[in-house]
């Protein structure tokens, strides 16, 4: 640089005005903007690659400040919990006073409107309800008339069982459940017939909804059932390394917010949204004694169930081929299918649909493209939308030829 330009850029840099650094100013805030009543973000820092597709394009207006500090929004992340309340109009307590045996069932209910289709909602082991409260919503946002019934299996969530009663998680039990949630939401809700059906079940959830939909006992109102991220050869070969599993994830968490930090931290749900909203119910608060460090313990002890892994999934892949209604899979990834699913895709026997940029929660990392899915099935399904050709009885009176 030549003494000019030196001489230049020290006058320049002399006129202008020196300003302090406050340290203060860069410090991370804890504050959090109210939610939307609706989540258009599928992703977070921590979800999956895939979520780019949806970004949308903002185009600024000539007075706006594109480079000012935001504010209300935190620089940091937030692990504040969502209520549930964002994404259902009620929850349900079920329970069928003729049976004294049976367990209080716990739901979550967007009810249908008019024609609507119902969505029936069952979760995997050691998970709740709100685990579809996302892509719930944002099957809402593509059907609006549809609705989402999503309960907490006996054993989890704030489903009960009679005191005293010991927990059966048998394969034929929650399939009952799940059929009397259907039958007490139709009794409660004063629905003079049940609006078309379709099963959505995420690993146990999906073999439950294949053995009720084995079961026929929804008759014509089942549209169809959809599996998620579950097939037999993979579920049982998966089954030998569950202990491992359970030995390396906390006992306990010292709040909720830190709870939702290590599932989305250890990428068990990759979508801090869902995350958000989904965690708060898998936790209770039951000190072990005084000064617990982790005073928040997993609701559902999921060693304790044990004996029913292989219950729930010896059978499944036949089971999900034979049984009437349209039928979808989704997976994380195509190494899952066995040999019988891997056929009966070849034979066209089912729907399947890969998302290899998601984990094990399909529906919580990718609730768009969960929700995209279910609702192009259903739409594939839904007997209101065919038009059948006319008889030849009314042709002929009709005096037209045929």
Request: with cysteine; proline share 6%; glycine share 8%.
């Amino acid at each position: 640089m030549s003494d000019l330009q030196k001489a230049w850029a020290k006058n320049r840099l002399g006129a202008m005005p020196f300003e302090t650094f406050d340290e203060r100013e860069e410090e991370e805030t804890d504050s959090v903007p109210e939610l939307p009543d609706h989540f258009d973000d599928d992703s977070s820092s921590a979800s999956s690659a895939s979520s780019a597709s949806s970004t949308g394009t903002v185009v600024p207006s000539p007075g706006q400040n594109l480079f000012a500090r935001p504010q209300g929004v935190p620089r940091g992340r937030t692990f504040q919990p969502i209520p549930w309340t964002t994404y259902f109009e009620r929850e349900l307590f079920l329970h069928d006073e003729t049976s004294p045996e049976s367990p209080k069932i716990h739901a979550y209910l967007t009810s249908p409107v008019g024609k609507g289709p119902l969505f029936v909602m069952h979760h995997g082991g050691g998970s709740s309800g709100l685990s579809f409260a996302v892509v719930g919503d944002q099957i809402r946002k593509r059907v609006p008339s549809a609705g989402i019934l999503s309960l907490d299996a006996r054993g989890h969530g704030s489903t009960t069982l009679p005191e005293g009663q010991a927990l059966d998680l048998s394969l034929e039990t929650l399939a009952n459940d799940l059929f009397a949630a259907v039958q007490l939401t139709q009794r409660e809700m004063k629905w003079a017939e049940l609006p078309p059906v379709v099963l959505v079940g995420h690993s146990m959830g999906g073999a439950v909804v294949t053995e009720l939909a084995c079961s026929r006992k929804l008759g014509a109102a089942l549209l169809g059932y959809a599996v998620l991220d579950v097939v037999e050869g993979s579920a049982i070969d998966a089954l030998q390394h569950m202990h491992t599993y359970l030995l390396t994830r906390p006992t306990g968490f010292q709040s909720l917010e830190t709870g939702i930090e290590w599932h989305t931290r250890s990428r068990t749900i990759r979508n801090a949204v869902s995350a958000r909203t989904s965690v708060p119910s898998l936790l209770s608060l039951r000190e072990d004694g005084p000064g617990d460090a982790r005073p928040w313990k997993w609701r559902t002890d999921l060693a304790a169930t044990q004996p029913y892994w292989e219950n729930w999934f010896v059978g499944l892949s036949g089971k999900f081929l034979s049984a009437r209604g349209g039928k979808l899979l989704l997976l994380a990834g195509t190494d899952r299918l066995d040999t019988e699913l891997t056929i009966g895709q070849m034979q066209g026997k089912y729907n399947l649909q890969v998302f290899p940029e998601a984990g094990h929660f399909i529906h919580e990392d990718l609730p768009e493209k969960t929700a995209i899915s279910l609702v192009d099935f259903y739409r594939r399904n839904d007997r209101t939308a065919l038009v059948l050709p006319p008889k030849v009885s009314d042709l002929l009176k009709q005096g037209k030829k045929v």
